[in-house]
């Protein structure tokens, strides 16, 4: 069994998405000598495949996190910086009478 890269056959799919029109895009180059195949996955990459696109799925929601405590605090007067540095969090100090005490 022979496996085309998604990229290599994406240029060849012409209409819209359905069987016949997925194994004409298939069969096109797949018969072009200069063509590079690849092999199957093992069962490890396949068992690693998940843990990725959990930690991506962290990492977005983290940053979607950030941004929003990012715009809290704009909207109260604070600017905090961009990027993936969260270091600018320890300037908050939550205090006792149920209020925040916002230091810069």
Same mark, same amino acid.
């Given at each position: 069994?022979?496996?085309?890269p998604?990229?290599?056959?994406?240029?060849?799919?012409?209409?819209?998405? *359905?069987?016949?029109?997925?194994t004409?895009?298939?069969?096109?180059p797949?018969?072009r000598?200069e063509?590079?195949?690849?092999?199957? *996955?093992?069962?490890?990459?396949?068992?690693?495949?998940?843990?990725?696109?959990?930690?991506?799925?962290?990492?977005?929601?983290?940053?979607?996190q950030?941004n929003?405590?990012r715009?809290l605090?704009y909207?109260?007067?604070?600017?905090?910086?961009?990027?993936p540095?969260?270091?600018?969090?320890?300037l908050?100090?939550?205090r006792?009478?149920g209020?925040?005490?916002?230091?810069r």
């Amino acid at each position: 069994m022979k496996l085309l890269p998604p990229q290599y056959v994406k240029p060849f799919v012409k209409r819209q998405k *359905n069987d016949a029109a997925d194994t004409e895009a298939m069969v096109i180059p797949a018969q072009r000598p200069e063509m590079r195949f690849v092999g199957p *996955n093992t069962a490890e990459q396949q068992a690693r495949a998940p843990l990725f696109r959990s930690q991506d799925r962290l990492v977005r929601q983290c940053l979607s996190q950030v941004n929003a405590l990012r715009g809290l605090l704009y909207e109260f007067g604070y600017v905090v910086p961009d990027g993936p540095s969260i270091s600018w969090i320890p300037l908050l100090s939550l205090r006792g009478h149920g209020g925040v005490e916002w230091r810069r």
